[in-house]
T-cell receptor, first 114, second 115 residues
Framework: NAGVMQNPRHLVRRRGQEARLRCSPM?????VYWYRQLPEEGLKFMVY????????ESGMPKERFSAEFPKEGPSILRIQQVVRGDSAAYFC????????????FGEGSWLTVV | AQTVTQSQPEMSVQEAETVTLSCTYDTSENNYYLFWYKQPPSRQMILVIRQEAYKQQNATENRFSVNFQKAAKSFSLKISDSQLGDTAMYFC????????????FGKGTLLTVNP
C-alpha cells in the first residue's frame, strides 16, 4: 500500500512565478491536509480538503495561496507570484474516510524561491 | 489556542543509552491526542508514538515510550537503547478530539546519537 505521494520533491522558482505542488493520498484515504514547515520551525496547518470541497482553510494565507482536491486526480497546492518568504517544506497528509485519529504524512515538497 | 513547547533545541546521547525528550503543552481541552513525530535527514515525517489523553496508561512502541502527565500537561518521550538511526528532529504535536487533523507542533528537538 503506497504511502502519501508528493511531487515534485524539490522545486525552484523565481520570484513572481507560480508554484504547483501535488499530493496523492494513501489508497482508501479521502481526507487531505496541507502543512507548511518554515526553516527552524515545526509544521503548521494550512488547509483540509475532501473531494471537491474545502473543509477548513483557516491556516491558509489570505492571498496568493489556493488548494483544490478535484474529483479525479491529486490534490494541488498552488502558490501564485511566489516571494522568498514562501521558501519552505510543504507537507501533505491524508486520513481514511472515517477520519480516524492519525494522519499520515508524505515526504514533503521543498520549495526554494530565488 | 493550543501551544506546544519543546524546551530542548538539541540533545545528544551515546549509542545504546537512554534519552528523554521533553514536551509541555497548554490547552483548555479535556479530550485530545498527543503525538511524537520523527524527522530524519531525509526530512520525511514519521509517526513514532501516539497517546490518547483519556488513557492513563502510557503508550509504548518497542524502544519508544512516553511519560504522560495530564495534570502537569507534560508528554515526554523516552528512547531506550538508542541507535544511530534514531538521529533526527523529534516533534511533539497536539490535536483536540474532533479536529484531529489540525495538529499543533512544537519547534522540535534535534537528537544526535553518537557512536
Amino acid at each position: 500500500n503506497a504511502g502519501v505521494m508528493q511531487n515534485p520533491r524539490h522545486l525552484v522558482r523565481r520570484r513572481g512565478q507560480e508554484a504547483r505542488l501535488r499530493c496523492s493520498p494513501m489508497k482508501g484515504h479521502s481526507h487531505v491536509y496541507w502543512y507548511r514547515q518554515l526553516p527552524e520551525e515545526g509544521l503548521k496547518f494550512m488547509v483540509y480538503l475532501q473531494k471537491e470541497n474545502i473543509i477548513d482553510e483557516s491556516g491558509m494565507p489570505k492571498e496568493r495561496f489556493s488548494a483544490e482536491f478535484p474529483k479525479e486526480g491529486p490534490s494541488i497546492l498552488r502558490i501564485q507570484q511566489v516571494v522568498r518568504g514562501d521558501s519552505a517544506a510543504y507537507f501533505c497528509a491524508s486520513s481514511p474516510l472515517d477520519g480516524g485519529n492519525t494522519i499520515y504524512f508524505g515526504e514533503g515538497s521543498w520549495l526554494t524561491v530565488v | 489556542a493550543q501551544t506546544v513547547t519543546q524546551s530542548q533545541p538539541e540533545m545528544s546521547v551515546q549509542e545504546a543509552e537512554t534519552v528523554t525528550l521533553s514536551c509541555t503543552y497548554d490547552t483548555s481541552e479535556n479530550n485530545y491526542y498527543l503525538f511524537w513525530y520523527k524527522q530524519p535527514p531525509s526530512r520525511q515525517m514519521i509517526l513514532v508514538i501516539r497517546q490518547e489523553a483519556y488513557k492513563q496508561q502510557n503508550a509504548t512502541e518497542n524502544r519508544f515510550s512516553v511519560n504522560f502527565q495530564k495534570a502537569a500537561k507534560s508528554f515526554s518521550l523516552k528512547i531506550s537503547d538508542s541507535q544511530l538511526g534514531d538521529t533526527a528532529m523529534y516533534f511533539c504535536a497536539f490535536t483536540p478530539v474532533g479536529s484531529n487533523y489540525k495538529l499543533t507542533f512544537g519547534k522540535g528537538t534535534l537528537l544526535t546519537v553518537n557512536p
